[in-house]
């Protein structure tokens, strides 16, 4: 069974740090892009940062390049996002997501977590 499970979420004031944790099981970590979208109320569900297992190249959408950086433990089947000088827009519920090939595509995604809320405080 497929499982990802994302930690990390909370409440924290402009400008605060957080960190997300996405553990995988069930299906090989370094044969896939692990990362995270985002889903703010009332809008559509965003590509917001990825890594490879098997290289670990990145992708950042432009909106969190320079704060939040991403980097995976391969040997904890482990992908973390460290989320500095966050800003009130960045308030959402944060999807762990997983796929042999990166998508910004929510549709086209083939593994999701469950979801945690960050909510940033002005």
């Known amino acids: 069974e497929v499982q990802l499970v994302e930690s990390g979420g909370g409440l924290v004031q402009g400008g605060g740090s957080l960190r997300l944790s996405c553990t995988a099981s069930g299906f090989t970590f370094d044969d896939y892009v692990i990362g995270w979208f985002r889903q703010a109320p009332g809008k559509e569900r965003e590509a917001v940062s990825c890594?490879?297992?098997?290289?670990?190249?990145?992708y950042y959408t432009d909106s969190v390049k320079g704060r939040f950086t991403i980097s995976s433990d391969n040997a904890k089947n482990t992908v973390y996002l460290q989320m500095n000088s966050l800003k009130p827009e960045d308030t959402a519920v944060y999807y762990c997501?997983?796929?042999?090939?990166?998508?910004?595509?929510?549709?086209?995604?083939?593994?999701w977590g469950q979801g945690t809320q960050v909510t940033v405080s002005s």
């Open positions: 890594i490879s297992g098997s290289d670990g190249s990145t």
């Open positions: 997501a997983a796929d042999r090939v990166w998508s910004s595509a929510t549709w086209a995604i083939e593994y």
